[in-house]
């Protein structure tokens, strides 16, 4: 691909990803995007022939950001403490980015079912917890944590970093917010997931 070519589509999909993010991804329109990147409607579907293949791109490229930063965080060689922290705050960073992913995926499993998972485990670059979880076994066997299960650990940490995007629309409306004071609940929810995470493994003195 060319400079130039390279230049327009990061155009778009930065584009995709403001507007995506601000009205999410049914409420938002490809025209709408084209004006936000500064080229022409036939432009855009000359390089995304629909709403759904520019949403994929969008989605491919803050997936391959997170795998490759949180499995530097699975490798790091720091205390499960911190490593718990730094997680949470990278994948809050990613939703925050782009609210729309978790309410995307859930769509393809869906839709996709067995077909998009195959996806995500034959990429190049996917999340690999393992190291993670081999962790958090060996801080339960030295007696640092709480006796919990890593693999309930590691899906309660995800759920509660994912459920409140995947909810967003119901509980602003439940709740009466507005969307920026919905997004900054999520930022400050960050320090509240690891407090929480954190004291719920805690060895009580």
Same mark, same amino acid.
């Given at each position: ?17 403001? !507007? ?15 004006? @936000? ?12 022939? *629909? ?36 997680? @949470? ?27 998009? @998972? ?16 081999? =962790? ?11 006796? !919990?299960?890593?693999?309930?650990? !590691? ?32 930022? *400050? ?13 805690? !060895?009580? =003195?």
């Amino acid at each position: 691909m060319e400079v130039a070519e390279q230049n327009t589509e990061s155009k778009i999909l930065e584009a995709a990803r403001q !507007v995506f993010t601000q009205k999410g991804f049914a409420a938002a329109r490809m025209q709408e995007i084209a004006d @936000v990147a500064g080229i022409n409607k036939g432009l855009l579907h000359y390089y995304f022939r *629909n709403k759904n293949k520019l949403f994929k791109a969008v989605f491919d490229e803050a997936f391959e950001r997170f795998a490759l930063k949180v499995n530097d965080i699975f490798a790091a060689d720091i205390p499960l403490f911190e490593k718990i922290e730094a997680f @949470v705050d990278q994948y809050m960073d990613i939703m925050l980015e782009n609210p729309s992913l978790p309410a995307f995926v859930i769509n393809e499993l869906n839709q996709k079912g067995d077909e998009f @998972v195959k996806g995500i485990m034959n990429r190049k670059h996917r999340p690999n917890p393992l190291l993670l979880i081999g =962790q958090i076994q060996m801080e339960v066997e030295a007696g640092r944590i709480r006796p !919990v299960n890593p693999l309930h650990l !590691v899906l309660n940490m995800l759920s509660m970093c994912a459920f409140p995007f995947i909810a967003r629309p119901m509980f602003q409306g439940l709740v009466q917010v507005d969307d920026a004071t919905y997004l900054k609940l999520m930022e *400050n929810r960050k320090r509240e997931v690891t407090d929480f995470i954190l004291n719920a493994i805690r !060895v009580k =003195q």
